[in-house]
């Protein structure tokens, strides 16, 4: 005669499941968690499975899933150990990527550190030609300022004698003063 309040259903799952405790602690904790309403629904696809080779089934589909404490063979642990799979997989899927991403990061990295390296070689080099062409300038710059200096000596020199030469003071020591080899003596002999 199929259950029709919790108790009688209580020993029904004791009968069906006296050889499996553990099943049986679980279909009863689940059992006690339903509610009237609950409870009813069971009753009414129960009652016209009950005494058949499918009642069991039943029972285990059922009332395993609604376990307070699923066991192994409830739906809930199906459940869950499946979405468990699922999200290892995703997670080993997800490592992956991330391995070849980090590779890529490292990858371009190490481009970056290189073209840094180059970078800084052709820095080095244009600072060196920089410094070479201002010693250069520099140089120039220093020889321009003593030729320029020595041109305006001698274009004053040439005007201070042009102008003595124009108007007849052309004063010969001065002339001898700056060029040694004129001042010899006459019928002296030269070596």
Known sequence: MPPTDKAAAAQRIQ??????MDMMVILLASLTTLGNAEFLDLCKVWG??????AEKPYLDRVLSGMAAGPGPGSMMTKDMTDTMHRVEAKLVAIEAKLVAVEAKVEAVEAKVEAVEAKVEAVEAKVEAKLEDVGARVEAVDTSVKSSIKDLNKMVYRVLYHFAQALLGLHPPS???ARHPCRTRTPGAVRH
Do not use: I, Q, V
């Open 15 to 20: 009968e069906l499941y006296k050889d499996d």
């Open 48 to 53: 016209t499975l009950f005494g058949s080779p």
């Open 174 to 176: 001065l002339y001898r």
